[in-house]
């Protein structure tokens, strides 16, 4: 019997406040080898406080973290050098050089030799520049090279491109799902740039007020994510199997997973698939009160 692989990252329960406001409210989910996950959510949903406690800088206030089975807690030192994190803005480190700082953080890794080459040529950054002397955008490509340089296998990136030009979010993304294929990484990203995360991930994790509201393969987002609108939205309601689960309700009908093709709705039921981005709009929306269940 072959042993199974150590799931990357293993959440359940987390809660955190910050005084008596609740950042993060009993999340759970798991990240498997080889997966690329999104996370999703407006400014001030949750997504960097949940990337925090998953790298060990925030604590939780209950629930558990293993990374690689490994309580986050007390990460031993091995756990931890298979993670690689990428924060929204790098700071510190200014008085180094680029090779300088790159040859320092290297050298808390066993087995970096040469950074990697592609990995290089896309970061594209003067060797013998201070840290300080670099735009916010190299910054970042300075903070995604320090991230990947040990080849970890599971990659967290908090918001990666955002001071990204298009050239460079472009050649990051591909990169990204190279170093995936080529690594059997697993990643965990959260960006504002939709079109890239529904291009790159396998799976979408949806939070809103630090709840996750949706964590379903992209596959089967698309496949069952759908806008079901009636004039009597009530009889669509009526209508509906129980495991159909309502993302959003709204004066003409509602925003739906879980729908299949054999569903038995009501004459005049119009059925059409959302785009990503008004379906990203909905989900992550504060709640109105009025969503039915
Ligand atoms: N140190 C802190 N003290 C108090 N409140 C905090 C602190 N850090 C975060 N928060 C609050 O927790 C909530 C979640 O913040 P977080 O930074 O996780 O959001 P986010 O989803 O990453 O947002 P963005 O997309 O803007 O980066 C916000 O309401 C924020 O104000």
Redesign the pocket.
Known sequence: MTAQPLLPAQVSGLTRR?GS?I?LDNVSFSIAPGETVALL?R???????LIGCLMGFLMADSGSIKIFGEDVVDLPRSARSRTGFVP?TMSGFGTFRVRQLIDYISAFYENVSDPDPQLMQWADLDPNKYVRALSGGQKQRLAIVLAMQHKPDFLVLD?PVASLDPHARRDFMNLLNDYRRRQNASILISSHILSDLERLCSRLLFVRQGRVVLDTPTEIFHAETRTLTHPDPQRLLEAFPADLQILMSRPDGFLVHGYRDHFALPQETLISVPDFEDAFLEITAPPSGDVPR
């Open positions: 910050f406001f950042a959510g400014n001030g949903a949750g997504k960097s406080t929204q918001e």
